[in-house]
């Protein structure tokens, strides 16, 4: 996927009330824009980092402009827009491009699903086989080139997990697909010493069936794209 029209430089000034950040432009220009991010953001928010952000044309908008990336001072980039990862999944899934998720002739997504009233992500679908849910999760928390998941306690990920053992146990084939959104992240691993619980719910689904993948996406200021496989490290 391409940014149209091209996304913008700014320095981050501070992330806060989990929606907002401040930024000052290039030109000395004092911005707030909307942060599409509801998690701790650990490592993607330190003030003084170049920030890119998007511009929408909708007038109704309280706050047009949208963090889209985040160039940190070693130079790595990460898409702290959590929407992005679905967005480039789904490019990728269209395209038939995830090893072991070709053939399918059906693409949905946000498919409501599970005892606890869900909504999965993308659901395949072909004549010739089960289905299957694929839920995403975008990783960008990152120490010594290894991605974790999550970055804090998440009830929903773990209602997420619980739902996919039920459709393996139900006869369907369930994904956990993890989109490495950050470039210097090149291995993923549960992160139980944010969330024990996920952790333990995540190999109990492994044990039980469900399939664990990790893609990386190639990053840049004009467009992303899920590229290439990387390791899971339970």
């Not at 402009?65 to 269209?94: D, F, Y």
Request: aromatic share 8%; hydrophobic share 40%.
């Amino acid at each position: 996927m391409e940014f149209t029209p091209p996304l913008q430089p700014a320095t981050l000034v501070r992330r806060y009330k989990r929606f907002l950040a401040d930024v000052i432009t290039p030109s000395g220009e004092e911005l707030t824009l909307h942060c599409p991010n509801t998690g701790a953001m650990t490592g993607c928010a330190t003030p003084g980092d170049t920030v890119w952000y998007s511009t929408s044309s909708n007038a109704a908008r309280k706050y047009p402009h949208t963090w889209e990336l985040t160039e940190t001072a070693q130079g790595a980039i990460l898409c702290v827009n959590t929407l992005r990862a679905n967005a480039v999944v789904k490019e990728a899934l269209s395209h038939h491009l995830i090893s072991g998720l070709e053939g399918y002739t059906q693409l949905h997504s946000e498919v409501k699903y599970g005892a606890e009233r869900s909504r999965i992500d993308f659901m395949l679908q072909a004549d010739d086989r089960v289905n299957c849910y694929i839920e995403v999760k975008s990783v960008t928390l990152a120490d010594a080139n290894r991605g974790w998941f999550p970055d804090a306690v998440t009830e929903r990920g773990q209602k997420h997990l619980r739902e996919l053992i039920s459709v393996v146990q139900g006869g369907e084939r369930a994904v956990l697909l993890f989109a490495v959104m950050h470039s210097a992240i090149d291995s993923v691993s549960p992160a139980r010493q944010y969330d024990a619980k996920y952790g333990q719910l995540l190999d109990e689904a492994v044990a039980r069936g469900v399939e664990v993948l990790a893609w990386k996406a190639s990053l840049t200021r004009s467009a992303l794209q899920l590229s290439a496989p990387v390791p899971f490290i339970p």
